[in-house]
């Protein structure tokens, strides 16, 4: 493998080596977009591993096409999505390092302006978790 395409990307962080990770891992959650080709392959067409996005409306859908089309899930054995937030939840808690049984977990968004706003709302609500700016991260005087 050649190390310069990790090593000159500008995503590279030179500082991180050597930092010591809970359960040595570095990304807790990442959306990849799978597509089936014709040739049966699956092939990444995406990958935010920094900001991974898009299961907001994946559940959104979910929900409204149970409503609508109840019999559907009955028929095919659709998997349920149900627990996903409750997940999630349990996923992000599991890596933090306070010793309380619920930790503080919050969802940073950059605001109501942001294309990705219903996500954040969305995900932080179904997760029982506050939503946050950077702003609110800031103590008072």
Known sequence: MDESLILNSSAYKKY????????????????????KAEDGKFYVLEDNLRVPSGVSYM??????????????FLQYGVTSIDAYPTKLYENLASFSYSRSKKPEIVLLTPGVLNSAYFEHSFLAQQMGI????????????
């Open 16 to 35: 991180c080596i050597g930092m010591k990770l809970k359960f040595n891992v570095w990304a807790q959650i990442c959306g990849s977009d799978l597509i």
């Open 59 to 72: 559940l959104e859908n979910r929900m409204i096409m149970k409503k609508v089309f109840p019999e559907l």
């Open 130 to 141: 506050d939503l946050v700016e950077g702003r609110d991260l800031i103590r008072g005087k």
